[in-house]
């Protein structure tokens, strides 16, 4: 973890939060997706005319990472639907560090120490600090819809981590891999939309076109320096350093959409980042 790679990493959480909120700004979930699917789409095929073709070990790879990021997208426009985005980011996002570090040890051998092990279990007790305090429906009871789709997405967000995290390396070439992974899953959604709104869906994209294609280019720069420092160093400390994106997303959440943060949910981050932190440091 040189200073290089935590920098780029910080700056890939700080442009997925806002790339995130951009989405959330949108109000229908359907033509935010479609702009910044397509839209990452028609960049990544201008990368993949002038980027050398990943490995053939990669594919297989590719080709799962795009089914998950596809189960990815459906699931985090259901969590913004349902609930806060101060609220279901942190919990789609928090998860994802705790599923890697566990996933990571299993299937790609890099087992944790006892530091990463005390992380984990403190951005625990911060996870659920976070889902517990406000996500509520009418009455006072936990919003489990909101919950489980947000819970749902950080399991999707940690699966395909770790396939990219071994695909990339198998490629040879980090940005031939983040722009045929983009072509791959970008085309599912927009061809969705297009299905339900046919001659009606330009209609719907062009007044959000601005905003959905910023998110586009935001979203496919964020995940490309994820990638990249994947290629230099271990998958769990990347994932958490990447999940500082949690407190950008608090943040953006109290300021641009007024929502309330409120002195538990703080002491709940505040679990999840020292969480992190740990986890960061171990590794």
Excluded at 215 to 234: E, H, K
Aim: proline share 5%; charged share 10%; net charge positive.
């Amino acid at each position: 973890m040189t200073p290089l790679i935590v920098a780029a990493v910080l700056l890939a959480a700080v442009t997925h939060a806002s790339w995130n909120a951009l989405a959330h700004t949108i109000k229908d979930q359907l033509v935010a997706f479609t702009l910044i699917a397509g839209g990452a789409t028609a960049m990544a095929a201008v990368l993949v005319c002038f980027s050398p073709v990943p490995s053939a070990g990669a594919w297989p790879y590719l080709i799962a990472s795009a089914i998950l990021h596809v189960g990815y997208q459906a699931l985090l426009m259901r969590s913004f639907s349902l609930g806060d985005f101060g609220q279901m980011y942190p919990i789609a996002r928090g998860t994802a560090p705790l599923v890697v570090t566990v996933l990571a040890a299993a299937f790609v051998g890099e087992t944790p120490a006892g530091a990463q092990t005390a992380g984990v279990a403190v951005a625990s007790a911060g996870l659920v600090g976070v889902a517990l305090w406000g996500i509520r429906g009418s009455g006072s009871r936990p919003h489990w819809p909101a919950l489980l789709a947000a819970v749902a997405t950080g399991l999707s967000i940690a699966a395909y981590t770790v396939v990219d995290g071994v695909g990339v390396r198998e490629s040879g070439t980090p940005v031939g891999y983040i722009a045929w992974l983009m072509v791959l899953q970008g085309t599912l959604i927009p061809a969705y939309a297009y299905a339900r709104h046919r001659n009606r869906l330009w209609a719907r994209l062009r007044p959000h076109a601005a905003r959905g294609l910023l998110g586009a280019a935001m979203s496919i720069s964020a995940y490309a320096l994820v990638l990249w420092a994947q290629t230099r160093a271990p998958l769990a400390p990347i994932a958490a350093l990447r999940e500082s994106s949690i407190i950008v997303g608090a943040a953006i959440g109290t300021l641009l959409f007024k929502e309330r943060f409120g002195g538990p949910r703080l002491v709940a981050a505040g679990l999840m980042v020292l969480g992190i932190g740990l986890m960061l440091r171990a590794g």
